[in-house]
């Protein structure tokens, strides 16, 4: 992991810094809009930036978006400690936050949630939609049951669902908000455009976001880059086919703009990112359908892609999902 962070991509207005802790590495990026025009130079309520936190467990990205009045943070991290350390990035800024957004119900945008409610508690958590608060809900009880023999629970304590014999658990219900349209107006100025009409992919539902002031699209987990897919024990052949279908059907909408691309995983990127999504999905798809085992396919795929991250965790268990040990091609 530390050489696919040393490896990273560049961008002119974007300011990098290196932070390792114990091990583990956050890089934090920052991005203004407009910075060569007058008016936002002047006028702080209209600047709007974005912050992209990188947690060093499961190479899972944050976004802070400020406007030199307010905040609104997207996606909370997959362990208290990285969100701990998302939270500190947070107060450098010394502003309210406003509103906590969680693109998907998956553990590595969502369990920092608890540490989130208690320090900001003026912030709502919200998602775009009711299917996206159950997926929420139902990934945390799936997580919970993955017996108590890990060292480490899959799933941390403080999200095991509110009830009378757990009084101090995560009321998803009630913690959780919708918001009322697909859009997210900072106070102060600045807008989130939400888009959440997604077949199911690497999640049942999805929400990904634009911001016209940035010409930013942050694609939560329909966008990898440089890291491997993950493709684990809830992803179906289908999911995988209409992921594809969706990058292609993204990258049509979005092409005449050229905005900056933000994954869910690895570096902020461009446009080429769909293209490059796309061909990893195809070679997954032939390696893993043609492999007589596990350890061909992991084989196959590290060789074409040497440099990707989470080869050990996302890869290893879409391999797992996908690959049956039987001796015999998949199909
Ligand atoms: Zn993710």
Not at 5 to 27: K, T, W
Not at 61 to 82: A, H, L
Not at 258 to 274: E, I, K, L, Q, S
């Amino acid at each position: 992991m530390i050489m696919f962070l040393v490896n990273r991509y560049h961008q002119v207005l974007f300011l990098f810094a290196l932070c390792s802790l114990l091990g583990s590495c956050s890089l934090w990026q920052e991005g203004a809009a407009d910075k060569q025009s007058p008016e936002s130079q002047t006028s702080t309520h209209n600047k709007l930036e974005v912050e992209m936190f990188m947690g060093g467990f499961a190479t899972v990205n944050s976004f802070i978006f400020s406007n030199g009045k307010s905040i609104v943070v997207m996606d909370v991290q997959r362990k208290t400690y990285e969100a701990e350390k998302l939270v500190e990035a947070i107060h450098a800024r010394q502003l309210p936050v406003t509103h906590i957004l969680i693109t998907h119900g998956h553990t590595d945008h969502f369990t920092g949630m608890p540490l989130f409610r208690k320090t900001f508690p003026n912030a709502k958590i919200v998602v775009a939609n009711e299917d996206i608060r159950q997926d929420i809900k139902a990934y945390a009880i799936y997580m919970d049951g993955f017996g108590a023999t890990a060292a480490e629970p899959p799933l941390e304590p403080p999200l095991r669902v509110k009830s009378e014999s757990n009084p101090d658990g995560f009321d998803y219900e009630n913690y959780i908000g919708i918001l009322p349209e697909n859009r997210l107006t900072l106070d102060g100025g600045g807008t989130l455009e939400l888009t959440t009409d997604y077949k199911e992919a690497e999640a049942p539902h999805m929400t990904t976001v634009y911001s016209p002031e940035l010409n930013a699209l942050f694609l939560s987990d329909f966008g990898y880059n440089k890291v491997h897919h993950w493709q684990g024990d809830d992803i179906s052949w289908e999911d995988i086919a209409n992921w594809r279908e969706e990058l292609l059907r993204i990258k049509n909408e979005y092409i005449s703009r050229n905005p900056a691309v933000y994954p869910g995983h690895g570096d902020v990127t461009d446009m080429r990112m769909f293209d490059e999504m796309v061909r990893y999905i195809d070679n997954y798809t032939r390696i893993a359908k043609s492999a007589t085992s596990r350890r061909e396919a992991m084989a196959q795929m590290m060789a074409l892609y040497p440099d990707y991250g989470e080869a050990d965790f996302f890869l290893k268990y879409s391999i797992e999902n996908h690959v049956k040990e039987t001796g015999a091609p998949q199909n």
